[in-house]
């Protein structure tokens, strides 16, 4: 069973306008969100994250918005550009599991191309 | 810092082989993670150590699969004897723990195994 879940695997986009890359959770123990970032042939790169006491957090480009009622988190990119293609990965984590690390628990990832 | 390291990069061998999968984390870090990435199951989770103590192994799929870190600076996965269905992109990462540390985990490039 998928706890998080990227319903899209990809998304075209044109270069100058806004991306958006949503994530669904279903355990409502998660309270920390991260996005990743994939190119091909690397490892995943952290991109933004957001706590579960916050509903908003911005980084340059990148906002992540969180909606804990929904159980939904969404990742903007604007203006989105060629270089912001990649696959995408959202992750959650449950801080107070107690197992004395954060493990994450990631979507499957949505390929973002972005048209020059 | 040189981020975490993987070794080989790719590694192709007959089903029945032993294979193992080696991995450097960046320095400080002490908690370290072996995930496995395929097509259908997206990035799994298969073991994680905190300061070199194997916390939770749920994610390993079978016996086949043994993890170590013998020291703060090393680990290794091993698949013995390995399976066509082994064939996957097997990543390593590291983080900082801590209660009031970081969920980021720094991702290796990753090793891409094929198993004929």
């Known amino acids: 069973d998928q706890q998080v879940k990227q319903n899209s695997p990809s998304l075209s986009v044109q270069e100058g306008r806004i991306s958006i890359l949503n994530c669904d959770y279903t355990?409502?123990?998660?309270?920390?969100f991260l996005w990743y970032k994939k190119y091909p042939a690397e490892g995943p790169t952290f991109l933004i994250s957001i706590s579960s006491i916050k509903d908003k957090n911005e980084d340059g480009r990148f906002t992540v918005f969180l909606n804990k009622s929904a159980k939904h988190l969404s990742l903007h990119i604007v203006p989105s550009q060629p270089g912001d293609s990649a696959v995408y990965f959202c992750a959650a984590s449950d801080r107070d599991s107690g197992a004395g690390s954060y493990q994450l628990t990631f979507g499957k990832g949505t390929k973002l191309s972005v048209i020059p | 810092d040189a981020g975490v390291i993987q070794s080989p990069r790719h590694e192709v061998t007959e089903m029945g082989q032993e294979v193992t999968l080696r991995c450097k984390p960046i320095s400080g870090h002490n908690s370290l993670f072996w995930y496995r990435q395929t097509m259908m199951r997206g990035l799994e989770l298969l073991i994680y150590f905190n300061n070199n103590v194997p916390i939770d192994d749920s994610g390993m799929p079978e016996d086949r699969f043994s993890a170590k870190m013998p020291n703060a600076s090393f680990s290794t996965l091993k698949i013995q004897p390995s399976e066509p269905r082994d064939s996957a992109v097997y990543f390593c990462a590291s983080s900082p723990f801590g209660r009031l540390g970081t969920d980021t985990q720094y991702f290796g490039p990753g090793t891409r195994l094929t198993v004929l």
């Open positions: 355990n409502s123990m998660f309270d920390y």
